[in-house]
Nanobody
Framework: QVQLVQSGGGLTQAGGSLTLSCAASERTFSSITMAWFRQAPGMEREFVGAFSWNINLNGDGAYYADSVKGRFTLSGSNAKDTVYLEMNTLKPEDTGVYYC?????????????????WGQGTQVTVSS
């Protein structure tokens, strides 16, 4: 069973930056996709972005929700077991609990059902 351990997050003002990281407890997959979702109070969980070491999209392995494109950047470790979400120009509407997720193989899609493993969630709060 793969465990995902999240770190980062916290409180910042609008226009600020935060970075989240998600580390898999072990490398058991030859190919893996790691993604971020977020959930605001009273809202459904929504896709933020995903990164795969086995996909080359737009020059890297990342793809994003339109709401964060150009502001958030995903990257992966050389060990292929950690993904980083750098969040810039944060807005109050980015507030929520951010969840890391992982799936076997190279996944292209935004549905949470595509991912089998989930992190514990971390709060991101952006004040106006």
């Amino acid at each position: 069973q793969v465990q995902l351990v999240q770190s980062g997050g916290g409180l910042t003002q609008a226009g600020g930056s935060l970075t989240l990281s998600c580390a898999a407890s072990e490398r058991t997959f030859s190919s893996i996709t790691m993604a971020w979702f977020r959930q605001a109070p009273g809202m459904e969980r929504e896709f933020v972005g995903a990164f795969s070491w086995n996909i080359n999209l737009n020059g890297d392995g990342a793809y994003y929700a339109d709401s964060v494109k150009g502001r958030f950047t995903l990257s992966g470790s050389n060990a292929k077991d950690t993904v980083y979400l750098e969040m810039n120009t944060l807005k109050p509407e980015d507030t929520g609990v951010y969840y890391c997720a992982a799936a076997r193989g190279a996944v292209i899609g935004t549905g949470s059902h595509l991912y089998d493993y989930w992190g514990q969630g971390t709060q991101v709060t952006v004040s106006s």
